[in-house]
């Protein structure tokens, strides 16, 4: 079953954006200077407490992201889906992905796929 939903996965769900800045700024924003960035990018708020006192890294009208880092795709899935909740939107997860790391893409891919979560990534150059 996840192998059928990994191949029938709609291909919308992945885009990938390559960030205009320095390759070295782009290497070393962490993950809060990350969701900054998009969340402008996008139109939407950046760092929006739920009434527990966390926070979705970014909200827009439409959807509640979870900006993770690749190698925590278990992780940015859990706190979308939890997010998307809390704020009446859809979960969804960007992940910032370096060189080399399509194994956690696919992890990510599967879970979303099966949770209807929908899923973005942003390249990050090297360190």
């Given at each position: 079953?996840?192998?059928?939903?990994?191949?029938?996965?709609?291909?919308?769900?992945?885009?990938?954006?390559?960030?205009?800045?320095?390759?070295?700024?782009?290497?070393?924003?962490?993950?809060?200077?990350?969701?900054?960035?998009?969340?402008?990018?996008?139109?939407?708020?950046?760092?929006?407490?739920?009434?527990?006192?966390?926070?979705?890294?970014?909200?827009?009208?439409?959807?509640?992201?979870?900006?993770?880092?690749?190698?925590?795709?278990?992780?940015?899935?859990?706190?979308?889906?939890?997010?998307?909740?809390?704020?009446?939107?859809?979960?969804?997860?960007?992940?910032?992905?370096?060189?080399?790391?399509?194994?956690?893409?696919?992890?990510?891919?599967?879970?979303?796929?099966?949770?209807?979560?929908?899923l973005e990534t942003r390249k990050v150059p090297a360190r």
């Open positions: 079953m996840i192998l059928r939903s990994l191949i029938l996965a709609p291909v919308l769900m992945f885009q990938s954006v390559d960030m205009p800045d320095t390759q070295e700024s782009l290497a070393h924003m962490n993950e809060v200077a990350w969701s900054a960035k998009i969340a402008k990018e996008i139109g939407g708020q950046a760092e929006v407490r739920t009434p527990d006192g966390s926070r979705v890294d970014i909200l827009t009208d439409e959807y509640a992201y979870e900006v993770e880092w690749a190698h925590k795709p278990f992780e940015a899935v859990g706190q979308a889906v939890y997010y998307g909740l809390a704020f009446n939107r859809k979960p969804a997860v960007i992940l910032l992905m370096r060189p080399d790391q399509e194994k956690y893409y696919l992890r990510c891919l599967v879970l979303c796929a099966e949770l209807d979560v929908h």
